[in-house]
């Protein structure tokens, strides 16, 4: 990911990584062929992209103060 993208163009790659991988990994479950260690490695990649989606959209939100 490169940091001169704009937010909004961070959040899609982020989205479409996150969604590839999803798919990945359904296919391999589905397969019964899967490398559990690989499988297990994907899932935290997934788990990485979801938490740096919620920041970027965190980011984006404005603080109010009520």
Do not use: C, F
């Amino acid at each position: 990911m490169n940091d001169d993208e704009a937010p909004e163009q961070q959040l899609d790659t982020l989205k479409a990584e996150h969604r590839q991988l999803d798919e990945l990994v359904s296919e391999m479950i589905q397969s019964g062929v899967a490398d559990q260690m690989e499988l297990a490695r994907l899932k935290r990649r997934k788990l990485r992209l979801k938490d740096q989606i919620q920041l970027l959209l965190d980011d984006s939100i404005p603080d109010i103060i009520a």
